[in-house]
């Protein structure tokens, strides 16, 4: 089958790790291994740049038309001053909203080869693989009143509005608790019950969930106050983490970081299958941002935007086979020493982006 | 003069490790150092269990009264159950709303001694000294609305809302860079402004009262999933963060972890100086939790607690010198070898929470 892939590199270093990918597609379709229609569109800067918003009509249309997403990364210092409807986020968040894309996965793995690139002890990360489910269309991103008003004699006052529905706790609490029975069969859920009623009601959510129809996972509760700590001092402790949107953000972060694996890792954001279809709504993205201060340089690892087609691979288009060859070659590149700078032990030669995406090509 | 101090044990270990300011304090009186009215109350679920509420009006008329409030810990899982509005959590809560104490100071010291008990890389934190200034009396720990309303049909919504005003905002800041004058004069301001309303207000007042009186000060922005990612991969980047309510809980229990030192840290809660008076609300405590799995046990580490008493002594009591004493004290008993489990690395020998309380008092 040939497969509907939007390709939306966004701004920084977007367009030279997705420019690796194209080159990855292409020799896929050249051996004969996969078939694409590849279509490209802007986000974020860039697009606010061509067309005075963040992401255009157009590009959501081909969105919605695609059978995966790709995106690089979108934001930067240039658009510092934009109008806070059109800066490059926007972007990203009204793909999130709009395709209802509510499930985050964020795996924090550390690549063996890799251990001594985390500022963390080695023996703290080595064989770490947890994987975060971050809910990723409501609550303090999304919740109204999002204001800020002038309230005269130079005050002003700003409001943001964390909402949680029981069914929207459900479905990512659901998605995590599926995804533990694929693994080690524990989820940690986190909020702040001790201060959020968002948290209270999170909390009780996924315990009747559990109770009703996961019992045979391991489930714990933690402040994610608590769990940050955690995640800091022994990350192996966990498997999947389930949490809101605001602390999925925190957290994915910082458990990427721990790894020393940070340029290495992709995600997926998905939507409900539609049971007529079958499908899902799938966007897959490097955890890393758009890195401006290394933007241009033709230094960015491209290994997180190429492990995102593998994982469109797998899970939009049923072609594990070929997503394992691709994992498999990264594995080979690492093993082999090859290492962009962000991954390099202190003295290790380094090689560009360029570079990296025709070695896992050679492999 | 005699300090009015008010004692506030509270959960957990509280009880254990406030024992050894007891002692400590009663030292101090002794050797004729200092001269204490010291009364004590309940707060958190002590004081559920006595009276129904997580502080009665009793203990807050005391706490108006204190010169300075030293305050243990609060929560535990055995309060889990009790109606949102006794939760322990709520005693702290509202002695926090109530005396104002919106600038809450979170050192994040690595001391020499302890650099090999952080789960970080030796070098990524020997020496490391960073300050946290988090926002202590707005934002989403106290924004209405603060609900949940049933929705029928088995749905519930939560709402929590982050409110923040233009002088909350500027009072803290204007704590943060005076504090940097007296250090390495740079200030790190956190929020996220690309999401969050309140996160674009805090940055443009930030940014007008730095341009506005503290010129001399180095300001940089950081949004705060970055900041918690750079706090594990190199905290020694920073001097003072100022932040808001919610990512200050997370990042200065970040921060706290990353130095190996947890047990070791004292935190200071203050509100506006008295023009009046000149005297300021005052509340000290440690930054570890109630810990309920270490209770009763007669292990948990006193020196975060004790290093609060040396902290009121120095900023509510006007008593430098013997801070510096107790602080010398504690510094001591380290480079001697004695620690508690909490700092204490692999194979090392380990004493109890009255054995290190009297091993400071005999320094
Ligand atoms: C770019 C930004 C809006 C985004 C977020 O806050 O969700 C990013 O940090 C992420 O984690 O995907
Ligand atoms: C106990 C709890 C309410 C509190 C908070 O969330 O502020 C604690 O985590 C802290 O950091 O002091």
Redesign the pocket.
């Known amino acids: 089958a040939t497969h509907k892939l939007l390709l939306l590199a966004g701004d920084g270093i977007g367009p030279e790790v997705m420019a690796e990918v194209k080159r990855v597609a292409k020799w896929l379709e050249q051996a004969g291994l996969a078939s694409f229609a590849i279509e490209e569109d802007l986000v974020g800067g860039c697009a606010y740049d061509a067309h005075g918003v963040a992401i255009s009509e157009d590009a959501m249309v081909r969105a919605k038309g695609a059978d995966a997403i790709l995106l690089g990364a ?2 930067g210092p240039k658009w510092a001053d934009v109008p806070y409807e059109a800066r490059p ?1 926007a972007g ?2 009204r793909l999130r909203k709009d395709l209802q894309l509510f499930a985050n996965l964020r795996p924090a793995i550390c690549y063996p080869a890799l251990a001594d690139a985390s500022s963390l002890k080695r023996e703290v990360v080595e064989g770490l693989d947890l994987l975060i489910v971050r809910e990723l269309t409501g609550g303090v ?1 999304f919740g109204e009143p999002k204001t800020i008003t002038d309230l005269g004699n130079g005050q002003k006052r700003a409001i943001d509005t964390q909402v949680y529905d029981t069914y929207e706790i459900e479905r990512i609490a659901a998605v995590a608790f599926e995804l533990a029975r694929t693994r080690r069969n524990k989820v940690t859920s986190a909020e702040k019950h001790n201060v959020m009623r968002s948290g209270v009601l999170w909390k009780q959510v996924v315990t009747e969930l559990h109770a009703r129809a996961y019992k045979d996972v391991e489930l714990e509760h933690a402040l994610a106050d608590s769990l940050a700590m955690q995640l800091v001092r022994w990350p192996k402790q966990y498997d999947v983490i389930v949490t809101d949107n605001l602390f999925g ?1 925190i957290l ?2 910082l458990a990427a970081m721990a790894t020393g694996s940070l340029g290495m890792l992709p995600s997926a954001s998905l939507g409900a299958v539609d049971a007529a279809t079958g499908k899902r709504a799938a966007l897959y993205e490097p955890v890393h ?1 758009s890195a401006p201060d290394i933007a241009g340089k033709g230094i960015a690892n491209p290994i997180a935007m190429i492990g995102s087609l593998a994982m469109a691979l797998r899970y939009s288009f049923n072609e594990g086979a070929v997503a394992d060859r691709i994992e498999q070659a990264i594995a080979g590149v690492l093993a082999s020493g090859k290492r962009t700078g962000d991954i390099a032990a202190p003295g290790m030669e380094t090689i560009g982006t360029e570079a990296m995406g025709k070695a896992i090509i050679a492999e």
Chains 1, 2 share one sequence.
């Open positions: 979108v934001g986020e990203l968040l991103y953000d994915s972060d941002g």
